[in-house]
């Protein structure tokens, strides 16, 4: 026989657990060091902001379809450090990409590792390395961007900074155009542990660079990386950004991009979501400036019982604001697609255009996936589409290709490589496109 | 053509067939021998395209009895793909879009599966794009084609003229056709069939499916078969499309109706 609970009490005793976890990841986060005084102080503050906060539940609105309680039964600890064994550095540079061989960062664990990364030849006016290494003066210069952007205090974004040590800097010269596409490789190599990876980009007015953002593992136990990339654009300056997720199918993985528009810049973001037990990213894209345009592309593949969701906030301040958004999934298996596009048209951003469209391909009958646009406009003269289709590989389709002698097997990948291929086209470098095989 | 004793490449005895429980294909009796074109002929709604879809090996035809040999083999009991790698090519009446496919790719993967199926060595790309230069002749197709995804935004003619594109690479033993005319204009019509025409030999053959004369007047066919629900109900030389030109169906319809 079972003994009946109260209702209230069960809340009460998930949401203690809750409770100590985010304590748990607070604590953990704080051990990581550091000596300048000014880092310190926002660390403290962003700890403050999440001590503020609880851990989110399915019953938080953002969070409704993306359940975090396999999370809160692992003990996770501090990273074990930068180290890649040397029998695994051989694996670790099939992640290098030949385009950026001599513009990489690598982070191991969130640690800057030198010895990994690669930095020759790169353009006077191109500020890249570790935060900590960086003269006194760029530093300084720093402060003013980083950890600032809407919805910094965000629980995880705030966890994140909270255990602030160190970060991956890019910050591009007034007008200069780096054309060598710069490589920011995150590997994960502890486990248990909490990763928290954390980039800043800075592109002043009338720059223009390409960002590759890679998040990979050689590791198979269970982590959680949290990670934090920070992008401001100067007016009609212009960033590529691409941003690939392969965890491992134990880890858990929460990515924060926050984006702040300058007038007449423009940003195209391409993200990949292939890796993780449970993976969120939240794009937040905030134009400050008239005639800023905005292009997102979105693809996340799912096998097994991963879940990816892919939450996005665009908000347009300005008046002649463009955004274009396509976010596609694969979900097969008993996997669980999520995806919740916000885009935000107050009344000043009149004669604004943003377009959203989100495509789901479901690829067996227990695969889910749950999708919610949200726009929320009150400007009257704007233009403003949004669709989401959920379907199937269809059966014509298939023929269609086995009547030309290929193998149903064979057709059935040709045809989800389709469907992926308008994203992944997006990618700019060839050799990062070749990696993503689906 | 027909040639005295040449192989018997297809043979279709009693065939039936349903769609969803419905019986379409009501006893389907057709042989058809190395170098000979047939057509067949009949209205709307007949069951022509079922019948080139059921031989195609379409899963969503449910075959309910009878008999189909293809070069002695049973064809029923070979999976679509083993059909084409096999010989079987069927143009389809309304050619599929494959947004993200590049025809080029999709060609050469087609193209080496067969290869494959044969025992021979697949075409790397560079030979592969020089035998495709050459057969885009035979439909008169640009090459920017090939790099466009299959089908995708090709006006109706482009698309017929597509599948002949790809009728010519695997050059197939059975060509079936169904209403590859329908749509197109007169020029591209000629282009067409005029294709068509250089891909039948003496050890091929042709099952022209269609609706108008017109495309007779180019490829001339061997016999033309009349079909009406579910069943071929005439068959003839190509007089015969002659004479349904001129008088519709009716009066085969009314003629079947006595019998
Ligand atoms: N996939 C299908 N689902 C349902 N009905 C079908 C399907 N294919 C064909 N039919 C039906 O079978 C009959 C014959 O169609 P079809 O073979 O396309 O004729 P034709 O090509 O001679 O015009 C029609 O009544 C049509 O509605
Ligand atoms: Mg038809």
Same mark, same amino acid.
């Given at each position: 026989m079972s003994i009946p609970s109260t209702s209230v009490s069960?809340?009460?005793?998930?949401?203690?657990?809750?409770?100590?976890?985010?304590?748990?990841?607070?604590?953990?986060?704080?051990?990581?060091?550091?000596?300048?005084?000014?880092?310190?102080?926002?660390?403290?503050?962003?700890?403050?902001?999440?001590?503020?906060?609880?851990?989110?539940?399915?019953?938080?609105?953002?969070?409704?379809?993306?359940?975090? &309680?396999?999370? @809160?039964?692992?003990?996770? /600890?501090? *990273?074990?450090?930068?180290?890649?064994? $040397?029998?695994?550095?051989? #694996?670790?540079?099939?992640?290098?990409l030949p385009e950026a061989d001599q513009s990489r960062l690598v982070f191991v664990n969130g640690i800057y590792a030198p010895q990994l990364s690669s930095l020759h030849h790169l353009p006077e006016g191109l500020t890249i390395g570790n935060l900590v290494n960086l003269p006194e003066a760029a530093q300084q210069h720093l402060q003013t961007y980083l950890a600032k952007q809407t919805g910094a205090e965000e629980v995880f974004t705030a966890l994140n900074t909270s255990g602030l040590s160190d970060?991956?800097?890019?910050?591009?010269?007034?007008?200069?155009?780096?054309?060598?596409?710069?490589?920011?490789?995150?590997?994960?190599?502890? &486990?248990?542990? @909490?990763?928290?990876?954390? /980039?800043? *980009?800075?592109?002043?007015?009338?720059? $223009?660079?390409?960002?590759? #953002?890679?998040?990979?593992?050689?590791?198979?136990?269970v982590y959680f990386t949290n990670s934090v990339t920070e992008i401001w654009l100067g007016d009609n300056a212009q960033a590529n950004h691409t941003r690939v997720q392969r965890d491992n199918l134990a880890a858990f993985h929460i990515g924060k991009t926050a984006v702040s528009q300058a007038r007449t810049s423009r940003y195209t973001c391409t993200v990949v979501n292939l890796g993780a037990k449970l993976a969120?990213?939240?794009?937040?894209?905030?134009?400050?400036?008239?005639?800023?345009?905005?292009?997102?592309?979105?693809?996340?593949?799912?096998?097994?019982?991963?879940?990816?969701?892919?939450?996005?906030?665009?908000? @347009?301040?300005?008046?002649?604001?463009?955004?274009?958004?396509?976010?596609?999934?694969?979900?097969?298996?008993?996997?669980?697609?999520?995806?919740?596009?916000?885009?935000?048209?107050?009344?000043?951003?009149?004669?604004?255009?943003?377009?959203?469209?989100?495509?789901?391909?479901?690829?067996s009958s227990k695969a889910r996936v749950d999708t919610k646009p949200q726009l929320e406009i009150v400007a009257d003269n704007v233009k403003c589409t949004h669709g989401a289709t959920v379907g199937q590989l269809e059966t014509d389709e298939v023929f269609y290709l086995q009547s030309r002698g290929i193998d149903a097997d064979s057709a059935r990948k040709l045809l989800v490589h389709a469907f992926a291929y308008e994203v992944i086209e997006s990618i700019p470098l060839a050799s990062l496109r070749q990696h993503i095989q689906l | 053509m027909v040639i005295g004793n040449s192989d018997v490449i297809l043979s279709v005895k009693d065939l039936t067939a349903n769609v969803d429980e419905t019986p379409i294909l009501k006893g389907i009796n057709l042989e058809i021998k190395a170098g000979e074109i047939h057509a067949i002929m009949g209205p709307n709604g007949s069951g022509k395209s079922t019948l080139s879809k059921v031989l195609a090996g379409h899963p969503a035809y449910e075959v309910t009895g009878g008999e189909v040999s293809y070069l002695g083999q049973n064809l029923?009991?070979?999976?679509?793909?083993?059909?084409?790698?096999?010989?079987?090519?069927?143009?389809?009446?309304?050619?599929?879009?494959?947004?993200?496919?590049?025809?080029?790719?999709?060609?050469?993967?087609?193209?080496?599966?067969?290869?494959?199926?044969?025992?021979?060595?697949?075409?790397?790309?560079?030979?592969?794009?020089?035998?495709?230069?050459?057969?885009?002749?035979?439909?008169?197709?640009?090459?920017?084609?090939?790099?466009?995804?299959?089908?995708?935004?090709?006006?109706?003619?482009?698309?017929?003229?597509?599948e002949i594109l790809q009728m010519a690479i695997l050059e197939p033993k059975l060509g079936i056709l169904d209403e590859t005319d329908s749509g197109l204009d007169i020029?591209?019509?000629?282009?067409?069939?005029?294709?068509?025409?250089?891909?039948?030999?003496?050890?091929?053959?042709?099952?022209?499916?269609?609706?108008?004369?017109?495309?007779?007047?180019?490829?001339?066919?061997?016999?033309?078969?009349?079909?009406?629900?579910?069943?071929?109900?005439?068959?003839?030389?190509?007089?015969l499309a002659l004479e349904l030109e001129e008088r519709g169906y009716d009066w085969l319809l009314e003629a079947e109706a006595v019998v």
């Open positions: 069960v809340t009460s005793s998930a949401a203690q657990t809750r409770a100590a976890y985010l304590s748990h990841l607070l604590a953990l986060a704080q051990r990581s060091e550091t000596t300048l005084p000014w880092l310190r102080e926002l660390r403290d503050h962003a700890a403050v902001r999440v001590q503020e906060q609880t851990f989110p539940s399915t019953r938080d609105e953002e969070w409704r379809f993306t359940d975090l &309680s396999d999370l @809160l039964a692992v003990e996770l /600890a501090e *990273v074990g450090g930068a180290e890649v064994q $040397a029998a695994k550095l051989a #694996e670790l540079a099939k992640f290098y970060a991956a800097v890019v910050q591009v010269r007034k007008n200069l155009v780096v054309e060598t596409p710069i490589h920011l490789l995150f590997v994960s190599t502890s &486990s248990p542990a @909490l990763i928290q990876p954390r /980039a800043l *980009v800075i592109a002043e007015p009338n720059s $223009a660079l390409t960002i590759i #953002e890679d998040h990979v593992t050689l590791n198979e136990g969120r990213h939240h794009l937040g894209i905030h134009q400050t400036g008239e005639q800023t345009e905005t292009t997102l592309n979105g693809l996340t593949v799912l096998h097994g019982e991963q879940v990816g969701d892919t939450h996005s906030t665009i908000a @347009l301040t300005k008046p002649y604001g463009t955004t274009r958004q396509i976010q596609k999934n694969i979900v097969d298996d008993r996997a669980h697609a999520v995806f919740n596009g916000k885009v935000f048209v107050p009344k000043e951003a009149q004669l604004t255009d943003a377009g959203q469209l989100n495509r789901n391909l479901l690829l | 029923l009991d070979m999976e679509p793909e083993d059909r084409a790698r096999s010989g079987v090519f069927l143009a389809f009446q309304y050619p599929l879009e494959i947004p993200g496919v590049s025809n080029l790719d999709f060609l050469r993967v087609a193209y080496n599966s067969k290869r494959k199926h044969e025992g021979l060595e697949e075409l790397d790309a560079f030979d592969f794009d020089d035998l495709v230069q050459e057969k885009l002749g035979i439909v008169k197709m640009d090459a920017a084609f090939l790099n466009r995804s299959v089908n995708e935004g090709f006006s109706g003619g482009e698309k017929k003229r597509n020029d591209a019509l000629r282009i067409v069939a005029n294709g068509v025409n250089q891909l039948a030999h003496s050890n091929n053959a042709m099952l022209v499916i269609t609706h108008y004369q017109r495309l007779l007047e180019y490829i001339i066919p061997d016999y033309v078969h009349v079909m009406a629900n579910g069943r071929i109900i005439r068959t003839g030389g190509k007089e």
